[in-house]
Structure formats: structure tokens, C-alpha cells
């Protein structure tokens, strides 16, 4: 494929490497298409319309053969530091549009594409431009303001000059600007701080200059115009490539390989032979041939080539949409829609039509809807032509297979006819670059003038394991009329006749069925209101309040505003406190910046793959490696024999094992490692390793079942306060339920990777490793080598995204690659892949609460009881710390008087699960606002005012007798309350939800409470080593580590205000073991706080040191000062330490200060659901979030932004699925959707609280790395509150349990109505199969 082409290959001349090309700025994120980190453009030149095509696609399945005669386009050669940064890289940096920055160069290339197709986009290009990216760290809206930076009309918000928003005036989401001050701020605060809203500033950007942009290749366009087109051969190692260029010799090729592939796009056979293990020694690549390409206008249609690629396919449809009248254009119309959410932009470039229709995935969203609407396909073989409808294949009709030896050749699409009415749908687990759950195609020809049904078809996709036909219903209804009868009947005749096969997937088939006649009901009223426009007397079309079902949710380009507090008196050169752009940014954006995956091959680097369990409980037999060992290029296979000392750590009873030994414990649990010359080798070896198991009982996967064999991890944790037997007594209501919360996959972008580099002598070795935590790789690695800690280094220089994901993982990951780099002597590169990344390394604990509470009429809680259990997995990694976590603060914001709980980790034949942004708060906290929010149902009082009646007050205790002052949690509450509109928009909803039925609004506001604290002092202790050189340089680094939370870049500003010296003059190189050692984690928001102190530290050292000097030459530059000191052999190098804050907890009273401050904050959201499918659409959030005195108030910001969308994706589409042997599906971002584009609000706005300090914290901040993610379920409850309202109109039972992730699944399941009904199988099993 094009990545591992770019990235890594040796151009070979006679078998000489002759260079390597290493481009490595486009990065590997899954390598099936799913996540456009490998985004490049790819540009051909047609000399007959002697047109230049640009287009995006990814580079990780676009073959190399296919590029013949292409020129491709990395971000390498858009722009570099070295050259010129090109407009889209600078402002993607300066809008702080990248993190970690590993998503950075695939969203310049899809932005930079769509500029040179269109230089002025409109804001819809722009937005469907970057379907196909994925960003696991912003929340996007950084990106997009980058982004509307180019775009023609004007979207708010591009910050005038004058740092005011240009849609001030237009919408009341940014009005409340002024008043920010005005009411709420002090009034010697207000003169101190002035309210901002600008975190960049247009004027700084270069313009956009077409006429800069790279040439196509002249001498391509020479061998283009001048070389007759040949047959083209490409010999690999294993496979040959075809490219045929007629379609005799094609149709030749074919009947000499029947079973090989056409391949155009790749997007069907690339992810088969990565993913699933077919190989195909022969692949033909017809994409050349003319016949193929036609683009034709007819009478009664349109014909297009099977190889036009999905993206012609939609430009052309969009074009004869406008020319033709629109009688005739309803099925283009249907199609078109379809095609728009079709994979990201980048498939669509690239995967063709034909491929689309014959590969006959039961989720070709085409199928259907061409099947319906009588699409022919014209087939050819060796001396045969032949036209087929392609409805007969689906529907079983005449000769309706496609043999081998035929292949595609177009398809014509018809006009659509006078009475004829054509629909497309489909439901996603997300609404953009995600397969169907289930689609349909359906189409109704009326007798002229009347609505008796003359010809109807019906088909559907995702229901089977093809395209369906419901052909009995549609002959059955024929001649009928269109109405509520026929509706009826057709609903059950259709659920009849169209099974839905439950799958090993744990497929979601009552969903689907339900979707099936939805889907018909809403062509219905489709149908029903175009008859309407037919002929109004005689059709009066549906009721006005069914009208917006009608309107699908559409992606449109966020307004979003931030705001802070900008200090107008501070001095010019004092950068803390500014939105400085992050260090790495322009090299994020330009490619520059290296991981460990970039790093230069090592001479007589190895590569390794490793083997992994198979058996979620099994004794290990035998492992057999004979097969694995003939691969060619094999060295040798390294397991748990091998491991010089420690193979388990024991950090608690139970171990962390690096290989297995004599059993496994969870299917993907590591149990040997191929090291090979190239990963191609090492995985194709790795496949050959056979294993024998011997299945051991009990198999526990599920909590339930850790509960039923008494699973645990030690300790238990409890905490208690008041007596709450005693007050369930007095109380007038008590409620006792349950919630589960699925787990989630951290999904950083840059996945585990390790370069382990023996250094030749003493035993040394360097570990470059992705982690968070350098200190226990060292640790680890020592270990299983036996050697002292004092021979491996450990360097980061960063991380592409953690999230927690990078703890003890990374060093059990790491410890692996040095033991194979130790017994083959050489270098070993361990980069995980997708898959292997979300098999092996756990990630957020599902969760189980039960609660029982009890309340007053007047909706005072006065006694909880809960459980809390987590599912731990294999082994303890933190889980007891994280349950111990979720006790501290599952009282988020509220005073609960009497209570109890208890927290369990359960130990599970799962993978080990572990720490994850939040560490138990996310899932605790959501289960005190589930009970919250069932008082508000019992007590009749809305949740908000539950919220504030029971809302901390005063100077009060926590449930672990610490003191809190809740000024702030107030502040926010109030002031997300103002900001939001809140009541007047839940009053506009209600009104909304009166005058629609199947669309619903929904609201919901939810404070925060969020204590920083890592439980004991010497978890936040930490180091900083700073360095003068003579020339007045500043070399810094500390025991943080980057990962995209802009740690370094903060560091530089605490270290330019020490040293009063610009930021330009200080650099920082990498994190080391070698330079700060026993450094602790970079973890629990903690990062700046503690680093920030040392590096204050250290600075102050140096600047007593200097002092003297300065004194005595007080005019002096720093250059001069330096010099002086040097001469004067005053030292220029110093370290910084910070001791760790003072915090402890006694367990055995229940009590301590395992905190040492409180983040505070208040989210609002709006959500419209629909009733019909259960998808919903993200209308507006405001956050208010208190975080002290931002350091820097762009990184900030970016970090509740993109804390709350990945808190959006936790808490309603993240689902992680297991086979009952505990098998992990979502294994990529095929099966398992992260928050992309589609699902950001659309109005987004964040506000930092005034006047705030924090004694305990550098420069009055917080910590604020984690505290957003929560926010996330204000979108959970506010989609809770469209469905009670559904539920409320529809008189279902008040009382009902919603389970996270609340997907578009629970929300149709619990929008009970007729079709739910006609389902026959129950609905109960949805809720409570979700987690555990
Ligand atoms: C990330 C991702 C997201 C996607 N999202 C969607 C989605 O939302 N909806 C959806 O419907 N699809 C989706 N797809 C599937 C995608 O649309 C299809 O894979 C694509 O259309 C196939 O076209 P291709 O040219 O890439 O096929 P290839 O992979 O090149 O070929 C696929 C198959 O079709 C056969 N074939 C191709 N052309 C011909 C021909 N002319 N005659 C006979 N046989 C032929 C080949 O032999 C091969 O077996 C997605 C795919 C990916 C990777
Ligand atoms: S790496 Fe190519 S799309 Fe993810
Ligand atoms: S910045 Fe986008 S994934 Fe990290």
C-alpha cells in the first residue's frame, strides 16, 4: 500500500536499496480507511479533457500499481518549516487546531485538497471535506475554525480584529458576551481582566495563493499525452498486478482468472486481505478501460461506468439533478443521498460503483435504492454481453447471479416517470463515514392520477447478509391505495417476509426490524405529502406536526465561542496567560514532528508482531512455532522463557504479565512475539504460531458473573456518612434501580509503539516509547532484563494522544520489545496495530451501579445507599484505585446527608481494563445524575431544580469529611443558566415537542464538581532540569510528558516569565529518564500543576544566581548577563523540585484530604431526536467551567472541548462488543465510532469563570485535563429528556432506565409506538444487555 511505501520503503535497484523515501508525516492510524490520519491527495491529468483531477484518499489501502502515471501529494510538499508553512498548516497550528498532533497532516491534506479544487469553499465542502477525519483529541472545533478561515461566505466565528464575534449582533448564543463582565465580575476584577474572545487572530495569516501551489508533473503530463496506453504487469513478491487498458483484453483476463479481483478503489478487497486473511495472487485493475469510465446522458437515464468512482458518481448526479426537470430526477435525488454520507471523502474518491454494487455487502447503501428504482447493470464476458435489472439479483428473479468471468461494465440509472415517487434510507451508528445498521431503497409507481399503487418495490440492506427484496408484500399491495390501511398491512406483511438472522455479533436485530417499517412509515408520509403537492383536494398530505420528521439531520458548520479573561496591564513579553499556540503545532501540522513510528530505522532493526490468546480462560498445551519459524525473514519467536528475570509484576496480589505462562487469562492476552525484517514478515510469521489450549473454568466475563463467583480484586472500598438506615425510615419516597455503562476505548491516534535499541556494551539499552510514564518503563524494562535501572533510558518526545492508555500498558509493551531486542542483540520496533491496540490493552471499565435513594416529597434527598462495580479484566492494573476514585466523587455537586457506598472491582476473564480520562468519575457521577434525575420523574419537579436543591451551599464537608467551598460551583450553575438561555429554550423545546411527533427536543443542564488530587504526596512530586547555554539559550525539560495536553508549551511560559526572557529562547527537547529521573506520571490532570512548580523551581534558582549580575548591570541584556556569569563560573544549570501536595485518606475511617482543590463547572445541552430511527443531532452546548487563572487559555480550552466530545462519545456511541467467549469486535473505527465532524453541536460555546483563584496551584490554575469529560452527559440527559418527553405524550411509564452509551438503538427502543409493538421479540433485553 501507498503508506508503507512512503513511510518506510527502500527504493530497490538490482535488489541494491537504492533510498528510502520515509516520508513520514503521513501517519498510521487503523490502516482500513476508517480514521484519515494517512489522508494524501492524488492527482491525475486526462489529456483528452486535458483536466487536472485533485482528490483525498487514503494512503493506507490505496495500492501503489493503481498510481501509475499519478502524482502524489504528502504534507510533506504542501509545506515545511524548512520551505514555506502553506496557509492551511499555519492557521490548522494557530488556530490551535492540533493536540497531540497526530491527526494533524491527514486534516491538512483533506482541507488542502478540497482548496485546490475549490479555493473559496463553501462551508458545507468544507465540513464534508473532513468527514472522513478522524480527531481523537480537539473536539474539532479548533479545526473548523481553521478551516472557515477559507471559506467564501462568512461563518461565525472569525474573530474580527477587534476580538469581537462577527455574529454578535445575529445570534444569542454570543450576546451574552458583555454581560459576562458586567454582571458577574467584581468590579476591581473586571477592571483587572477584559473579556476575550479571540484565541488567534486573522491578521497574522498568510493569504491562501493558488498560484503557489505545486505544478502537476509536466513530465507526467508528457508520458500522459505521448505514451500509448499498455497493458501494465506488476510482479510483487507474492502477487501480480494487472492493468489492462481495453475491454476485450479485460474481458481475456477475466476468463483466464475467473477468481481474481477487479480492483479500482480497493476499499472493498484492501481491508479482506489485511483484515480477513484472503490473499489474491492475481488482482486486475480495470480502471483504465474507457467502457468503464462512460459517463452518458440518455433518454431515459443515465449510464455510468462501473470504475467512476463514488465521488463522479456524485457530481454528476448533483449535476443532472439541476439540468432536468424534477419529475424526472427522483431517483438521482435518492441516490444522491445515499452517496452524500457514503463512507468520508476520501473512499468516495477512490471506491467505485461497480465495486459498491458486486461486492454485495449486505451494508451497500447503493444497492437498495438502485435495486428499487429498476437500475440496470450491463455485464460483459468473453463473447457475451448481457443487461440485467439489477432488482432481479436481489429479488431472486430469472438469471440473476453473476458468474466469475463476468464483470461490470455500467449502470444505468432511469429517469424517474410522472407518478413515480423514489425514497434512499439509512441509520448509522454515526450519521457520516459509518456502515448502516440497515438502509432501504423504495420506489411506488401510481395508476395515472390516482393513488392506486401500480408498481411498488421495496428493498433493504444490513437485514441479511445481502441486499433483500420484499417482493411477496409489494405484489400484495399492488392495486391498493396509499393509505393507512395499506400501511398497516404492509408493516406486517414486511416483517413477515423479511427475515433478520440473529448473528454470532450479538447483532442488534430488533432494532433492525423496527428500523425496516419505520423506514417504510417514513416513505409513507413521504409519499403521502408529495401526493399533496399532486393534487391537495383530493390528498391532504400528513399532519403539520409529522412534517419534520420528513427532514433528515443534516451536518452544518458549528458556531462556537470562547471566552476568557484576558489581562489588559500585563507585560508584552509575559506569555502566561495567553493563547499561545502550542509548541509542536506548525510541525503537527507540516509532518515534522516524529513518533516513535518515524523515528530512522536502527541498523539491523527487527521488527515484532506478537501472538495473542485465542481463550479467555484455557491452560496453554503447546505452542508450536515451527511454521511460524520458515517464514523467510523470521529471526526468531520470544515468550515467557526467554524473559531475562521478571515476567509478572506484582503490584498488588495479582500480577501484570508481560508473556503468558502455562495459560491465558483473556482472549488477546500476550503469549509470544515474532521478530522478523520487516512487520510484514513478523505478522504473516506471528499467524503461523499455533497454539493448543486446554479450556479452564470458570470463564467470567460479564460483572454479573464476577458478582455470581464472588470475583474480586482487593480491597473493597466504603465510604459512609450520617445513618442511613435511619433515614430511609423518614423519608417520603424511595426509588432503587440500576445503570450500566459500557466500557471505552481510549482510541488514541498514534497506537502503543516501542523502539528498543540495545546499545552494545554495559547492558545499555533506549527505549523510545509512546507512555505517559517513562519512569515505570524504565522500571519495568530493568526488571525483566535484570539489569539496574541505571542502564535503560527512556525517551519521549511525544505522544500522539493517551488518555490514561499509556500507563502500565506501555511498559508491559515495552518490556516485550527490549526482551526481544536483548535476545537478538538488535534493535526492535513493536508498533501495535489498530486492531492489535484494542484487542490487548483494555480500556475504561464498564461499569454497574445500584442504587437505592431515598427523598422528600419537596425533592430533598436525605439517604443513598449504592454499589458501584467495575469490570476490572484479567489483571489489577488500577482498577481497585479506580473504584476507590469513583466513591470519592460520586456526590459530583450535591450535599448527600446520609449515604453509603460501596465500590467492587471485579476480576474478569477480559482484558485488563485501566486508567482512562476521568479515572471512575465519568461513570460514578452519571450514576448519582441517573437517581437525580428519577427523583425529579417521582417528585414531579424538573431535574434542575432536584439539582439545586440538593446542590452544595456553603462552606460544607465532602462525604470524606473534606472541606469545600462551593462559591464557584454556584457561579458556574448560575452562570450556564444565564448564558444558555436555559429557560426560555426549554420553554421554546416543549413548545417545539407540542407542535412535532416524531422529532423532540430535548434539554438538560448538569453541574460539576471535580476534585484534583492524586491521594497521596508522593504521586505529585516532580522535577525539572533547566540549562543556560553561554549564548543565552535555554534548554528545559521536566518530568512531563506531552500528549497533546500542551504541557511543554505551558512549561515554556512558566520558564519565559521566571527568566523574563520570550519563549523563542527556550527549547524543550524530550522527556528522559536520563535527565529527570523517578519522575511520576504524567497523569490525573496533574501534568502542569506539579512540572509547573519545578520549573518555577529551577528558574528561580538560576535567576538568584543571576541576580548579582543583573544588579550590578541592571540595563544589561540578558546575552550580557550570561556571559558574565559563565566568566564568572556562576553555574547555568539547575534542577527544580516540587515535593507533591499533602494529601492522604484513610480508609479505614472514611476519611482525609485526598484532594487538594476543586474544578468546577456546568454544562447545558439541546439535542432533537428522531423518533422514528432514534438518531439524534447535537444542537447546542454551553459550558462554563471554573479552572482558576488559565496558564494558557487556548490549550485550555481545547482541553474541555475535546474532554467533552470524547465525554459525547462515551456516553452515547462508543460501544465496545464481545462474542460470548470474549472475543472483542470493534477492533477499528469501523465497528467502533469515535465523535467525528457530524457530531459536535452545532452552536458551541465555552466560557472560563471569572475572577477565580487557586492558592494551591502555579499561577492561581487547575488542573483541567480531565474535568470536561463529564459534561459529555449533559447530552445524555438531555437526550433523556426527548424521550420522557416522547414517553410523557405517549403515556408510556414514567419510570424508565436509560444505559450508557444511550445509542440511537435505546433511544428508538424506548420511543415505544405501534411499530415498536409490531416487533414481535421483546424490547426488555436492549437496555440491560448493553454493558457489564
Ligand atoms: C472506511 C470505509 C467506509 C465505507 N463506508 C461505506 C458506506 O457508508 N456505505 C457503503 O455502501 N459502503 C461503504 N464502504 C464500502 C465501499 O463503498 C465499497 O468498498 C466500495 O464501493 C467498493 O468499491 P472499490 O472500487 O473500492 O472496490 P474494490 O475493493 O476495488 O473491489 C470490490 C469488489 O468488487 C468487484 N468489482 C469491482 N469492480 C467490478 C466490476 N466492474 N465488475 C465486476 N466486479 C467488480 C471486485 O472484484 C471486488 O470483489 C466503505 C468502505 C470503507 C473502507
Ligand atoms: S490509517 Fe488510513 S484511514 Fe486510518
Ligand atoms: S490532535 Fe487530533 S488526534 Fe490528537
Redesign the pocket.
Known sequence: MLLSYLRKRRILFLSVPLFEIRLTGTKYGCG???CGACTVMISTYEPSSKKIRHYSA?AC?LPICCLYGAAVTTVEGVGSTETRVHPVQERLAKCHGSQCGFCSPGMVMSIYTLLRNYPEPTPEQMIAALA?NLCRCTGYRPILDACKTFCKESVCCQRKANGKCCSDQEDDLFDKEEKVGANSLPLLVFFLFKVSTSLFSIDEFQPLDPTQELIFPPELMRMAENQPKRTLFFHGERMTWISPVSLDELLDL?AAHPK?????????????MKFRGVFHPVV???ARIPD?NVVKYTEDGLTLG??C??SVAKDVLTNAISEFPEEKTKVFCAVLK?LR????E???N??????????R?S?????PVLAASNCVLS?ASRGKKRRIPLSDIFAGVGNNT?TPE????SVHIPHSRKGEYVCAF?Q?PRRE????IT?AGMRVLFEEGTDIIKDLSIFY?GAASTTVCAKQTCSALTGRHWNEQTLDEACRLILKEIAVPGSASGEKVDYKKTLIISFFYRFFLEVLQSLKTTDPYHYPGIPVEYGSVLQDFKTKMPQSIQIYQAKPDQSPQDPVGRPIMHQSGIKHATGEAVYIDDLPSVDGELFLAVVTSSRAHAKIVSIDTSEALKVPGVFDVISAHDVPATNEFYYSDDPEIVFARNKVICVGQIVCAVVADSDVHAKQAAAKVKIEYEVLEPVILTIEEAIKHNSFFEPKRKLEQGNVDQAFETVDNIIEGEIHIGGQEHFYMETQSVLAVPKGEDKEMDVYVSTQHPAVIQEMVAASLGVPANRIMCHVKRVGGAFGGKLLKSGLLASVAAVAAKKTGRAVRFILSRGDDMLITGGRHPFIGKYKVGFMNDGRIRAVDVNYYINGGCTPDESVLVAAVSLLKMDNAYKIPNLRCWAYACKTNLPSNTAFRGFGFPQSALVTETWITEVADKTGLSPEKIREINMYKENEQTHFKQKLDPQNLIRCWNECMEKSAYYSRKKAANEFNKQNYWKKKGIAIVPLKFPFGLGTRYLSQASALVHIYTDGSVLLTHGGIEMGQGIHTKMIQVASRELNIPMSSIHFCETSTTTVPNACASAGSAGTDVNGMAVKDACQTLLKRLQPIINKNPKGTWNEWIKEAFEQSVSLSATGYFRGYNENMDWEKGEGQPFTYFLFGAACSEVEINCLTGDHKNLRTDIVMDIGCSINPAVDIGQIEGAFVQGIGLYTMEELKYSPEGVLYTRG??QYKIPAVCDIPEQFSVSLLSSSQNPHAIYASKGIGEAGLFLGCSVFFALRDAVTSVRNERGLKTTFVLNSPLTAEQIRASCADDFTEMVTESWGGVCSSVSG
Open positions: 482500513g480507511g476508517g487514503n489501502l472522513g477475466k481474481a479481483p477487479l480492483v479500482v478503489g480497493n476499499t472493498g478487497v484492501g481491508p479482506e486486475i485493475a480495470p468503464l462501473a470504475a468512482s463514488l445515499q454520507t457514503l463512507g468520508g476520501q473512499i468516495r477512490v471506491a467505485s460503483l461497480g465495486g459498491n454494487i458486486i461486492s455487502k451494508t451497500s447503501d447503493l444497492n455485464l453473476i463476468e464483470i461490470l461494465v439509512r448509522a463515514n459509518a456502515l448502516s438502509n440492506g473505527p469501523d
